[in-house]
């Protein structure tokens, strides 16, 4: 049982907008900033968001993120076929005393 | 370019040891947090352990006094003895770089780096 919790899958369709949702509680999401991971298949994850809407540099800006109080969201429009992966929200927990992640959520391009 | 290689994994028996290394390159090693995280097969990822530039350490409350979290900034490397292993704790376990930091007041920590990942097997 993952301290955040994602939608276990998402689709769409090439060119669409799609959006994965993250959500947790005061100390966690509501006290600190969200990250977000792309894990293509059979690979290591990458940072794909830090900092709830921050992008690291090679990051295409079709990929967003978003929060409000407890819960956080991630787009991404323009879908494109690479874009299928699995994708992992991640934040600081105050009251663990360390980082949770959500347990995941895979993104089907149809 | 950042680069972290890990080694040590493989198959041990349950109740065995095994110690994890990272290799990194492409960065000053000993000004950056380090960290470990797992991935069970076809399962999410999971924190296990990450260590500051100062060596102050950082456990999953679930793997608390099973893991050593440890760093060596002369070579560079990055450590996790496991003892006590358990067939729960087969996983890829991945080594990564670790940003800790306050932007404006809120608090950021992400692993902005990641290696690929060395492959524990706990079996019989």
């Known amino acids: 049982q993952s301290v955040l919790t994602q939608p276990p899958s998402v689709s769409g369709t090439p060119g669409q907008r799609v959006t994965i949702s993250c959500s947790g509680g005061?100390?966690?999401?509501?006290?600190?900033?969200l990250n977000w991971y792309q894990q293509l298949p059979g690979t290591a994850p990458i940072l794909l968001i830090f900092g709830t809407n921050q992008r690291p540099s090679g990051v295409p800006d079709r990929f967003s993120g978003s929060k409000s109080g407890t819960s956080a969201s991630l787009a991404i429009s323009g879908l494109q076929s690479e874009d299928e992966a699995d994708y992992y929200c991640?934040?600081?927990?105050?009251?663990?005393?360390?980082?949770?992640f959500g347990g995941g959520t895979k993104l089907t391009v149809l | 370019q950042v680069q972290l290689v890990e080694s040590g994994g493989g198959l041990v028996k349950p109740g065995g040891s095994l110690r994890l290394s990272c290799a990194a390159s492409g960065f000053t090693f000993s000004d950056y947090y380090m960290g470990w995280i797992r991935q069970a097969p076809g399962k999410g990822l999971q924190w296990v352990s990450f260590i500051t530039n100062t060596e102050t350490t950082y456990y999953a409350e679930s793997l608390k006094g099973r893991v050593t979290i440890s760093r060596d900034n002369s070579k560079n490397s990055l450590f996790l003895q496991m003892n006590s292993l358990r067939a729960e704790d087969t996983a890829m376990y991945y080594c990564?770089?670790?940003?800790?930091?306050?932007?404006?007041?809120?608090?950021?920590?992400?692993?902005?780096?990641w290696g690929q990942g060395t492959l524990v097997t706990v079996s019989s």
């Open positions: 005061n100390s966690n999401i509501g006290n600190n900033a």
């Open positions: 991640a934040t600081w927990d105050d009251i663990l005393d360390g980082p949770v």
């Open positions: 990564a770089r670790t940003m800790n930091y306050y932007d404006s007041g809120t608090y950021l920590n992400y692993f902005d780096f």
